[in-house]
């Protein structure tokens, strides 16, 4: 599937960042490598600044999120393709 | 409207085809032999995805609340290796008694239809995940008289469900068939892909499963002869509450609220508003309410649904506030306690809307309440958190009055705090 970018290309499926909740602890190792996508909530969990739960993760932030994925202590993060 | 808790129809009358109405209480059979004559063996469809088809033509959806078109999920799950079929009937939702009553009543539309499902994906394992009490005890002596008559093709494994709100979610069904405990889990992949020990799981309603058992009877077009042509068939609710005779009846989609409120005796003293798809629903005021057909789309104006056709009727002179906050403080009790934003918002929520339920006049509460019910919402591995939420919003909207009333150190149900 494809999706267009506005540019009139068609482009893969965006990049998301999914969070498994049930093995975060709010380490925040994410929150200090995207702070352009995530920021913290009132209890230190990371929190999408767009509001939704799987952030886009556009193309030239997705070396920083990979890096995220990696650094996550917990391996609580993910990025996939919808 | 036909009950389903009330006394059955006489054993003689046997319809040969079930009111489009009243399918599945003009259905319903204690035992095997009643079911026999009631509605025939099992319609066997000869073949692994036969039954898809007439699913999709008939237009079932869900029963167990999300509502999502059955034919996809037994499309999806037909495609895969070894597929598990399960049905559920933990039924966690405390003012929900549909699937049990139904389990109770009527066992063998719901067995036949879990059988033409387990062949319809060529199941390799079946199961009927139900909680403890009449409805495991009839599910387990119903099924023992299909063994003495080799009734069924599948063997059916019963595996009880533990009591708790979130116990029949998807995930959690699935944890609880590994022998887990009955938590969500984290979804690499949908359960129709990988579900019990990574195999294509099918997790249906046992409702829905019932309806399927009809429809391969009597085929999709009598199944369309009641509902709405984007919601047809009839649903079973659970009506509580405010009303004269509170239980389990079946109606069509598209039924106004007023009219299923009177299926249950009707409203037993003026009501304020009604919660709408149970504890992770929405209020609608009883004033402009009560009209709503209940589909999708009638309710939509209140940003609730149909659910799993759970109704409580709240009477005027209960605080709908207080009301709501009782349920938020439930609902924050029945947290996994694996997500950081449910383990720690839920509670917060219900606190601060209990303070404003108590008559604290604090003005920062309702944004306290909004900015929460923002921080939990999407936030979770289940939707326990945001049902929360939209119950809790709905509750702000729709008692808006009140709120402004309790700001002021009033309420405009009862006395002040009394209610909480």
């Given at each position: 599937?494809?999706?267009s970018?506005?540019t009139?290309?068609p482009t893969?499926?965006a990049?998301?960042?999914?969070?498994?909740?049930t093995?975060?602890e709010g380490?925040?190792?994410?929150i200090?490598l995207?702070p352009?996508?995530l920021?913290?909530?009132?209890?230190?969990?990371?929190?999408?600044?767009?509001?939704?739960?799987?952030p886009?993760?556009?193309?030239?932030?997705a070396?920083?999120?990979?890096?995220?994925?990696d650094?996550?202590?917990?391996l609580?993060?993910r990025?996939?393709?919808? | 409207?036909?009950?389903?808790?009330?006394?059955r129809?006489?054993?003689?009358?046997?319809?040969?085809?079930?009111?489009p109405?009243?399918?599945?209480?003009?259905?319903a059979?204690g035992?095997?032999?009643?079911?026999?004559?009631?509605?025939g063996?099992?319609?066997w469809?000869?073949?692994?995805?036969q039954?898809?088809?007439?699913?999709?033509?008939?237009?079932?959806?869900?029963?167990?609340?999300?509502?999502?078109?059955?034919?996809?999920?037994?499309?999806?799950?037909?495609?895969?290796?070894?597929?598990?079929?399960?049905?559920?009937?933990?039924?966690?939702?405390?003012?929900?008694a549909?699937?049990?009553?139904?389990?109770?009543?009527a066992?063998?539309l719901?067995?036949?239809?879990?059988q033409?499902?387990?062949?319809?994906?060529?199941?390799?394992?079946?199961?009927l995940?139900?909680?403890?009490?009449p409805?495991e005890?009839?599910a387990?002596?119903?099924?023992?008289?299909?063994?003495?008559?080799?009734?069924?093709r599948?063997?059916v494994r019963?595996?009880?469900a533990?009591?708790?709100?979130?116990?029949g979610?998807?995930?959690?069904v699935?944890?609880?068939?590994?022998?887990?405990?009955?938590?969500?889990?984290?979804?690499?992949?949908?359960v129709?892909?990988?579900?019990?020990r990574?195999?294509p799981t099918?997790v249906?309603?046992?409702?829905?499963?019932?309806h399927?058992?009809?429809?391969?009877?009597?085929?999709?077009?009598?199944?369309?002869?009641a509902?709405?042509p984007a919601?047809?068939?009839?649903?079973?609710?659970?009506?509580?509450?405010?009303?004269?005779?509170?239980?389990?009846?079946?109606?069509?989609?598209?039924?106004?609220?007023?009219?299923?409120?009177?299926?249950?005796?009707?409203?037993?003293?003026?009501l304020s508003?009604?919660?709408v798809?149970g504890?992770?629903?929405?209020?609608?005021?009883?004033?402009?309410?009560?009209?709503?057909?209940?589909?999708r789309?009638?309710?939509?104006?209140?940003a609730?649904?149909?659910g799993?056709?759970?109704?409580i009727?709240?009477p005027?002179?209960?605080?709908?506030?207080?009301?709501?906050a009782r349920?938020?403080?439930?609902l924050?009790g029945?947290?996994a306690?694996?997500?950081?934003?449910?383990?720690?918002?839920?509670?917060a929520m219900?606190?601060?809307?209990?303070?404003?339920?108590?008559?604290?006049?604090?003005?920062?509460?309702?944004?306290?309440?909004?900015r929460?019910?923002?921080?939990?919402?999407?936030?979770?591995v289940?939707h326990?958190?945001?049902?929360?939420?939209?119950?809790?919003?709905?509750?702000?909207?729709?008692?808006?009055?009140?709120?402004?009333?309790?700001?002021?150190g009033?309420?405009?149900?009862?006395p002040i705090?009394?209610?909480?």
């Open positions: 599937m494809t999706t970018t506005g009139g290309r893969r499926r990049l998301r960042l999914r969070v498994d909740w093995a975060c380490r925040g190792m994410c200090e995207l352009e996508l920021d913290t909530d009132p209890w230190g969990y990371p929190r999408a600044r767009d509001g939704s739960g799987d886009e993760v556009p193309v030239q932030l070396e920083h999120a990979r890096r995220a994925v650094a996550c202590p917990r609580a993060l990025l996939h393709r919808s | 409207m036909p009950s389903m808790t009330g006394s129809p006489a054993a003689a009358v046997q319809p040969p085809v079930p009111h109405s009243a399918r599945l209480v003009g259905a059979a035992n095997l032999a009643e079911h026999r004559a009631r509605s063996p099992i319609p469809r000869g073949g692994p995805g039954l898809v088809a007439l699913v999709e033509r008939a237009g079932l959806s869900g029963r167990g609340g999300a509502g999502f078109p059955t034919w996809r999920k037994l499309t999806a799950v037909a495609s895969g290796s070894r597929p598990v079929v399960v049905a559920n009937a933990a039924e966690g939702e405390p003012a929900s549909k699937d049990a009553t139904l389990l109770t009543r066992p063998h719901v067995l036949d239809g879990l033409l499902a387990a062949e319809a994906v060529d199941a390799a394992d079946v199961y995940y139900v909680k403890a009490g409805a005890a009839s387990r002596r119903a099924l023992a008289e299909r063994r003495r008559e080799g009734w069924d599948y063997r019963v595996h009880q533990p009591p708790g709100f979130i116990s979610e998807e995930s959690a699935i944890s609880s068939l590994e022998g887990r405990p009955a938590l969500p889990r984290f979804k690499e992949r949908l129709v892909e990988s579900g019990v990574g195999r099918l249906q309603n046992v409702e829905t499963l019932a399927v058992a009809l429809l391969a009877r009597y085929g999709h077009s009598w199944f369309r002869q509902g709405t919601e047809p068939g009839t649903f079973l609710a659970t009506i509580s509450g405010a009303v004269h005779a509170p239980g389990v009846v079946e109606a069509p989609y598209g039924l106004p609220l007023r009219d299923l409120l009177d299926a249950a005796g009707g409203p037993s003293t003026p508003a009604v919660l798809g504890y992770h629903g929405a209020w609608l005021p009883a004033e402009a309410g009560l009209d709503a057909p209940y589909s789309e009638g309710l939509a104006p209140w609730a649904t149909p799993a056709g759970v109704v009727a709240l005027a002179g209960t605080c709908g506030l207080g009301f709501s349920i938020a403080g439930y924050a029945q947290s306690r694996q997500c950081g934003p449910c383990v720690n918002g839920l509670p219900a606190d601060v809307l209990t303070r404003l339920a108590r008559g604290r006049r604090d003005p920062s509460l309702v944004p306290a309440v909004q929460l019910t923002g921080l939990v919402s999407r936030r979770g289940c326990h958190p945001d049902g929360t939420a939209r119950m809790v919003t709905s509750a702000l909207r729709v008692f808006e009055a009140d709120v402004r009333a309790h700001l002021s009033t309420c405009l149900a009862a705090g009394k209610a909480v």
